[in-house]
């Protein structure tokens, strides 16, 4: 039974900082590529950043370039978001996913489709002054 648990959302200011967490269980985390997903207000579901399985490769939309960190432990089954100097415009709940693609950067991209529906309840997070 796979779960996905996010979790460390909350409210920030400009420019501050939050780290999210994905708790995984179910499947072994170490065989998958995985990535965080944004749903802001009125907006489709949306990659933010996605990782390898075994975390070497990352990628980042350019819009949270520099600003935030994936990393993953496959040990403790858990994926982490840092997400530094945050702007309003990252406010939305944030979802951990696993759709799998032949590369990283179509996981962001293209991902997630109609049919991956493995989801956590997400983690909202709300960015304001």
């Known amino acids: 039974q796979v779960q996905l648990v996010e979790s460390g959302g909350g409210l920030a200011q400009p420019g501050g900082s939050l780290r999210l967490s994905c708790a995984t269980s179910?499947?072994?985390?170490?065989?998958?590529?995985i990535g965080w997903y944004r749903q802001a207000p009125g907006k489709e579901r949306a990659g933010v950043s996605c990782?390898?399985?075994?975390?070497?490769?990352?990628y980042y939309v350019d819009s949270v370039k520099g600003r935030f960190t994936i990393s993953r432990d496959n040990a403790k089954n858990i994926v982490y978001l840092q997400m530094d100097n945050l702007k309003l415009e990252d406010t939305g709940v944030y979802y951990c996913?696993?759709?799998?693609?032949?590369?990283?950067?179509?996981?962001?991209?293209?991902?997630?489709?109609?049919?991956?529906?493995?989801w956590g309840q997400g983690t909202q997070v709300t960015v304001l002054a």
């Open positions: 179910g499947f072994n985390l170490a065989n998958y590529d």
């Open positions: 990782i390898s399985s075994s975390g070497t490769d990352t």
């Open positions: 996913g696993a759709p799998q693609y032949s590369t990283i950067e179509a996981m962001c991209v293209r991902g997630p489709g109609p049919l991956y529906n493995y």
